[in-house]
Protein backbone atom coordinates (compact mmCIF):
# COMPACT_ATOMS: atom_id res chain seq x y z
CA UNK A 1 0.00 0.00 0.00
CA UNK A 2 1.70 3.43 -1.23
CA UNK A 3 0.23 6.93 0.26
CA UNK A 4 1.51 9.94 -1.12
CA UNK A 5 1.88 12.63 1.63
CA UNK A 6 2.65 15.90 0.55
CA UNK A 7 4.99 18.39 2.68
CA UNK A 8 6.71 21.57 2.13
CA UNK A 9 10.38 21.61 3.60
CA UNK A 10 13.70 20.63 2.63
CA UNK A 11 14.89 16.68 2.83
CA UNK A 12 16.24 16.54 6.06
CA UNK A 13 13.49 18.12 7.73
CA UNK A 14 11.20 15.62 6.23
CA UNK A 15 13.33 12.71 7.55
CA UNK A 16 13.50 14.46 11.11
CA UNK A 17 9.56 14.41 11.06
CA UNK A 18 9.27 11.41 9.43
CA UNK A 19 11.55 10.02 12.46
CA UNK A 20 9.73 11.52 15.25
CA UNK A 21 5.98 10.30 13.65
CA UNK A 22 7.98 6.53 13.98
CA UNK A 23 9.20 7.51 17.59
CA UNK A 24 6.02 8.45 18.79
CA UNK A 25 4.22 5.62 17.00
CA UNK A 26 6.60 3.50 18.66
CA UNK A 27 6.51 4.33 22.24
CA UNK A 28 9.63 6.57 22.00
CA UNK A 29 8.58 9.92 21.78
CA UNK A 30 5.95 12.59 23.31
CA UNK A 31 2.54 11.88 21.62
CA UNK A 32 1.54 15.62 22.02
CA UNK A 33 -0.86 15.09 18.91
CA UNK A 34 -2.78 12.30 20.14
CA UNK A 35 -1.69 10.66 16.89
CA UNK A 36 -0.53 7.33 18.26
CA UNK A 37 -3.28 7.08 20.73
CA UNK A 38 -6.15 7.54 17.53
CA UNK A 39 -3.77 4.73 16.08
CA UNK A 40 -4.04 2.21 18.28
CA UNK A 41 -7.71 3.15 19.05
CA UNK A 42 -8.66 2.30 15.85
CA UNK A 43 -6.11 -1.10 16.20
CA UNK A 44 -8.02 -2.45 19.46
CA UNK A 45 -11.45 -1.70 17.51
CA UNK A 46 -10.47 -3.74 14.70
CA UNK A 47 -9.31 -6.46 16.86
CA UNK A 48 -13.01 -6.06 18.89
CA UNK A 49 -14.95 -5.92 15.32
CA UNK A 50 -13.19 -9.81 14.57
CA UNK A 51 -13.16 -11.25 18.40
CA UNK A 52 -17.07 -10.43 17.98
CA UNK A 53 -18.07 -11.69 14.67
CA UNK A 54 -16.48 -15.32 15.67
CA UNK A 55 -17.88 -15.00 18.96
CA UNK A 56 -21.77 -15.13 17.41
CA UNK A 57 -20.24 -17.88 14.68
CA UNK A 58 -18.97 -20.02 17.04
CA UNK A 59 -22.43 -19.40 19.00
CA UNK A 60 -24.75 -20.60 16.12
CA UNK A 61 -22.79 -23.71 15.80
CA UNK A 62 -19.79 -22.69 13.36
CA UNK A 63 -16.18 -22.81 13.25
CA UNK A 64 -14.56 -19.82 13.78
CA UNK A 65 -11.71 -18.16 11.54
CA UNK A 66 -9.46 -19.37 14.41
CA UNK A 67 -10.44 -22.44 14.04
CA UNK A 68 -12.40 -23.28 17.12
CA UNK A 69 -15.87 -25.02 17.15
CA UNK A 70 -17.61 -25.20 20.69
CA UNK A 71 -18.77 -28.26 21.76
CA UNK A 72 -22.78 -27.92 21.72
CA UNK A 73 -25.11 -27.90 24.90
CA UNK A 74 -26.10 -30.77 26.81
CA UNK A 75 -29.94 -31.80 26.11
CA UNK A 76 -29.61 -31.80 30.30
CA UNK A 77 -28.83 -28.03 30.71
CA UNK A 78 -30.93 -26.80 28.01
CA UNK A 79 -33.79 -28.79 29.58
CA UNK A 80 -33.27 -27.60 33.13
CA UNK A 81 -30.50 -25.40 33.37
CA UNK A 82 -30.79 -22.33 30.42
CA UNK A 83 -32.82 -19.56 30.77
CA UNK A 84 -36.14 -19.36 28.62
CA UNK A 85 -37.00 -16.63 26.66
CA UNK A 86 -40.73 -14.80 26.49
CA UNK A 87 -43.24 -17.67 26.50
CA UNK A 88 -40.85 -20.39 24.73
CA UNK A 89 -41.94 -22.61 27.32
CA UNK A 90 -45.91 -22.38 26.08
CA UNK A 91 -44.28 -22.21 22.58
CA UNK A 92 -42.54 -25.92 23.57
CA UNK A 93 -45.38 -27.49 24.85
CA UNK A 94 -47.90 -26.48 22.37
CA UNK A 95 -45.61 -27.74 19.82
CA UNK A 96 -45.31 -31.18 21.71
CA UNK A 97 -49.26 -31.37 21.74
CA UNK A 98 -48.73 -30.08 25.30
CA UNK A 99 -51.34 -27.73 27.10
CA UNK A 100 -52.01 -25.46 30.53
CA UNK A 101 -52.70 -28.82 32.37
CA UNK A 102 -49.44 -30.75 31.86
CA UNK A 103 -47.43 -28.62 34.66
CA UNK A 104 -46.21 -30.68 37.30
CA UNK A 105 -43.66 -33.48 38.45
CA UNK A 106 -42.78 -35.95 40.82
CA UNK A 107 -41.05 -34.45 43.98
CA UNK A 108 -43.51 -31.24 43.96
CA UNK A 109 -41.30 -29.96 40.82
CA UNK A 110 -41.66 -27.97 38.09
CA UNK A 111 -43.13 -30.74 34.96
CA UNK A 112 -44.59 -31.72 32.40
CA UNK A 113 -47.15 -34.23 33.67
CA UNK A 114 -50.96 -33.12 34.37
CA UNK A 115 -52.33 -33.95 37.92
CA UNK A 116 -53.58 -37.20 36.41
CA UNK A 117 -50.17 -38.70 34.94
CA UNK A 118 -48.55 -37.91 38.42
CA UNK A 119 -51.17 -39.87 40.65
CA UNK A 120 -50.45 -42.65 38.11
CA UNK A 121 -46.87 -42.56 38.06
CA UNK A 122 -46.89 -42.29 42.44
CA UNK A 123 -49.05 -45.23 41.91
CA UNK A 124 -46.31 -47.24 40.14
CA UNK A 125 -42.96 -46.44 41.50
CA UNK A 126 -44.46 -46.98 45.04
CA UNK A 127 -45.59 -50.52 43.67
CA UNK A 128 -42.23 -50.97 42.11
CA UNK A 129 -40.24 -49.45 45.37
CA UNK A 130 -41.62 -51.65 47.86
CA UNK A 131 -40.87 -54.96 45.39
CA UNK A 132 -37.67 -53.75 44.53
CA UNK A 133 -36.71 -52.71 48.16
CA UNK A 134 -36.77 -56.51 49.34
CA UNK A 135 -33.20 -57.30 47.34
CA UNK A 136 -31.75 -53.82 46.83
CA UNK A 137 -30.07 -50.76 48.70
CA UNK A 138 -33.22 -48.43 49.36
CA UNK A 139 -31.41 -46.07 47.12
CA UNK A 140 -30.64 -47.95 44.16
CA UNK A 141 -34.54 -49.30 44.89
CA UNK A 142 -35.90 -45.61 44.56
CA UNK A 143 -33.66 -44.95 41.25
CA UNK A 144 -34.82 -48.24 39.71
CA UNK A 145 -38.51 -47.76 40.96
CA UNK A 146 -38.67 -44.16 39.14
CA UNK A 147 -36.57 -45.21 36.47
CA UNK A 148 -39.29 -47.20 35.68
CA UNK A 149 -42.41 -45.39 36.57
CA UNK A 150 -41.12 -42.83 33.44
CA UNK A 151 -40.75 -45.85 31.05
CA UNK A 152 -44.27 -46.84 31.84
CA UNK A 153 -45.62 -43.15 31.83
CA UNK A 154 -43.72 -42.53 28.77
CA UNK A 155 -45.67 -45.69 26.69
CA UNK A 156 -48.86 -44.05 27.88
CA UNK A 157 -48.33 -40.71 26.22
CA UNK A 158 -46.10 -38.47 28.84
CA UNK A 159 -43.38 -36.30 27.66
CA UNK A 160 -40.36 -35.14 29.97
CA UNK A 161 -38.90 -32.25 30.08
CA UNK A 162 -35.56 -33.73 28.60
CA UNK A 163 -37.63 -34.15 25.59
CA UNK A 164 -39.67 -31.37 25.11
CA UNK A 165 -36.69 -28.66 25.97
CA UNK A 166 -33.59 -30.46 25.82
CA UNK A 167 -33.66 -29.71 21.87
CA UNK A 168 -34.53 -26.14 21.48
CA UNK A 169 -32.08 -23.89 19.24
CA UNK A 170 -30.37 -21.03 21.46
CA UNK A 171 -26.93 -19.49 21.49
CA UNK A 172 -24.56 -21.04 23.06
CA UNK A 173 -23.07 -17.80 25.88
CA UNK A 174 -25.52 -16.11 24.79
CA UNK A 175 -27.57 -16.56 28.00
CA UNK A 176 -27.58 -12.96 29.14
CA UNK A 177 -25.48 -11.51 26.36
CA UNK A 178 -23.00 -9.41 29.42
CA UNK A 179 -20.24 -11.64 27.75
CA UNK A 180 -20.36 -10.91 24.04
CA UNK A 181 -21.43 -7.09 24.94
CA UNK A 182 -18.09 -6.94 26.94
CA UNK A 183 -16.11 -8.27 23.64
CA UNK A 184 -18.32 -5.73 21.25
CA UNK A 185 -16.98 -2.69 19.72
CA UNK A 186 -17.53 0.86 20.88
CA UNK A 187 -18.32 4.31 19.66
CA UNK A 188 -15.38 5.48 18.18
CA UNK A 189 -15.84 9.27 17.43
CA UNK A 190 -13.54 10.56 14.42
CA UNK A 191 -11.50 13.78 13.95
CA UNK A 192 -7.54 14.76 14.86
CA UNK A 193 -7.26 12.45 17.83
CA UNK A 194 -10.17 10.14 17.94
CA UNK A 195 -11.92 8.90 21.62
CA UNK A 196 -13.17 5.69 21.75
CA UNK A 197 -16.70 4.60 23.90
CA UNK A 198 -17.28 1.61 25.62
CA UNK A 199 -20.61 -0.57 24.52
CA UNK A 200 -23.53 0.59 26.70
CA UNK A 201 -25.70 -2.27 28.22
CA UNK A 202 -24.63 -4.79 30.57
CA UNK A 203 -21.10 -6.34 30.10
CA UNK A 204 -20.17 -3.03 28.39
CA UNK A 205 -17.88 -1.44 31.16
CA UNK A 206 -16.48 -4.56 31.62
CA UNK A 207 -14.64 -4.71 28.44
CA UNK A 208 -11.14 -4.11 28.71
CA UNK A 209 -9.80 -1.22 25.99
CA UNK A 210 -6.05 -0.22 27.73
CA UNK A 211 -3.80 2.25 25.49
CA UNK A 212 -0.44 2.03 25.89
CA UNK A 213 2.63 3.98 24.42
CA UNK A 214 3.20 1.82 21.92
CA UNK A 215 0.06 -0.63 21.43
CA UNK A 216 -3.45 -1.23 22.66
CA UNK A 217 -4.85 -4.20 24.78
CA UNK A 218 -8.52 -5.73 24.04
CA UNK A 219 -10.59 -8.17 26.52
CA UNK A 220 -12.89 -8.89 29.00
CA UNK A 221 -12.95 -8.21 32.49
CA UNK A 222 -16.49 -10.44 33.48
CA UNK A 223 -15.90 -12.39 36.12
CA UNK A 224 -16.96 -16.00 34.41
CA UNK A 225 -15.38 -14.69 30.97
CA UNK A 226 -11.86 -17.37 32.23
CA UNK A 227 -13.72 -20.04 32.94
CA UNK A 228 -15.18 -20.56 30.00
CA UNK A 229 -12.10 -19.63 27.64
CA UNK A 230 -9.94 -22.02 29.42
CA UNK A 231 -12.51 -24.31 30.79
CA UNK A 232 -12.45 -26.23 34.12
CA UNK A 233 -11.33 -29.62 34.36
CA UNK A 234 -14.21 -32.07 35.22
CA UNK A 235 -16.75 -29.19 35.81
CA UNK A 236 -16.90 -26.72 32.59
CA UNK A 237 -15.64 -27.49 28.74
CA UNK A 238 -13.54 -24.97 27.48
CA UNK A 239 -15.61 -22.53 24.51
CA UNK A 240 -12.26 -20.13 23.82
CA UNK A 241 -13.90 -16.69 22.40
CA UNK A 242 -10.24 -15.45 22.59
CA UNK A 243 -7.61 -16.78 20.31
CA UNK A 244 -5.52 -19.89 21.65
CA UNK A 245 -2.17 -19.35 20.24
CA UNK A 246 -1.64 -17.35 16.71
CA UNK A 247 -3.99 -14.65 15.93
CA UNK A 248 -5.75 -15.85 12.40
CA UNK A 249 -4.12 -14.59 9.76
CA UNK A 250 -7.45 -13.32 7.99
CA UNK A 251 -7.51 -10.96 11.60
CA UNK A 252 -3.94 -10.01 11.03
CA UNK A 253 -4.75 -8.75 7.57
CA UNK A 254 -7.33 -7.11 8.32
CA UNK A 255 -5.64 -5.15 11.50
CA UNK A 256 -2.90 -4.35 9.04
CA UNK A 257 -5.12 -2.78 6.35
CA UNK A 258 -7.08 -0.62 9.14
CA UNK A 259 -4.18 0.11 11.11
CA UNK A 260 -2.41 1.83 7.83
CA UNK A 261 -5.41 3.54 6.81
CA UNK A 262 -4.80 5.33 10.31
CA UNK A 263 -1.26 5.71 10.09
CA UNK A 264 -1.82 7.49 7.08
CA UNK A 265 -4.35 10.22 8.80
CA UNK A 266 -1.68 10.42 11.49
CA UNK A 267 0.67 11.02 9.27
CA UNK A 268 -0.76 13.34 7.18
CA UNK A 269 -1.40 15.47 10.14
CA UNK A 270 2.03 15.08 11.63
CA UNK A 271 3.63 16.40 8.83
CA UNK A 272 1.09 19.20 8.42
CA UNK A 273 2.08 20.46 11.91
CA UNK A 274 6.18 20.57 11.73
Not at 128 to 146: D, Q, T
Request: proline share 4%; with cysteine; net charge positive.
Amino acid sequence: MTVEVHFRGGRQLARDTARRLVATLTGRAADDLGLARGVFTVMGLAALTDIKADFVRKARGGVGEDGVKWKPLSEKYLAYQRRFGSREKAKLKKAAGLGRAHRTAPGNREGLLTVAQLKRWRGIYSGLLRRFSVSMPIREAKAKAAACAWIRLKQEGARTMLEVYGHRQVEILRDTGVLLNSLSPGTLTTGPQPSYQKPDGDGGQEQVFDLFDAGVMVGTSVAYAAAHQDGIPGRLVARPFLPVGAVPKVWLQRWQDKTAAAITSAAKLFFEAA
